[in-house]
């Protein structure tokens, strides 16, 4: 199999995997003379050792604005690095998260404290509790008369209670509303970083397609030279 050897690290690689620094950004190649001052445009490169520059430079844009690079930025870089998708890494840690007993005790209570379910079967409890002491019972055999002391005891009891187990769903609920925030800008990020990348390689390929072409116009050009001395003008 044919190779080069490349000018960053002096090793062997594929001859398809070649890169000419002719073709590279700009941008990206006053990065690589960072660390590689006596790279130029009409050395090469393999493909591998350009991906890896691409993904420092990155890494060094991102980190531009802020000293250091977040713990979300990271996790996009190493999936863009690993060529894996984000949801797959995220559904990944939604499935090791579980809940306590106590979080999923009050989901399930917040969510029946705020449907018609609880609402309709609370105003048929009234309703039957006030009946019973007003219409049903002897004065003397009534456990809770007018003015209804122990519902009211009961009620406040229930709304002390009610009260903090909704704000722990609540709190719950805004948690998830963050990591899918979190989510969305990870997604979000590794489309543009991977959007860049596609452009990169797509500059990178009418480049290519274009040195082609002038290498073909010029051997058509020798070629009709040759015809035009062969056959020189009476």
Sequence with gaps: M???ISAISGKPFPIGSCVEGRHIRSSLMDYIHQTHPDFNKDQVMSTAELSHFRKKYIYTLLS???NTLG???KEVLGSIAE???ISDKLEDKDNELVSTVGQKIADKVATFGGSWTFILS???FLILWICIN???LAQADKFDPYPFILLNLILSCIAALQAPVIMMSQNRQEEKDRDRAKKDYMINLKSELEIRIIHDKIDHFMLDQQQELIE???IQ???LNEVLKRHPKS
Excluded: G, H, N, P
Aim: overall charge negative.
């Design 2 to 4: 044919e190779t080069f």
């Design 64 to 66: 531009a604005d802020r």
């Design 71 to 73: 713990i979300m930025e």
């Design 83 to 85: 060529a894996q998708t």
């Design 122 to 124: 609370f105003l048929a």
């Design 134 to 136: 007003v219409f049903f």
């Design 216 to 218: 073909m116009q010029r």
């Design 221 to 223: 050009i020798d070629m």
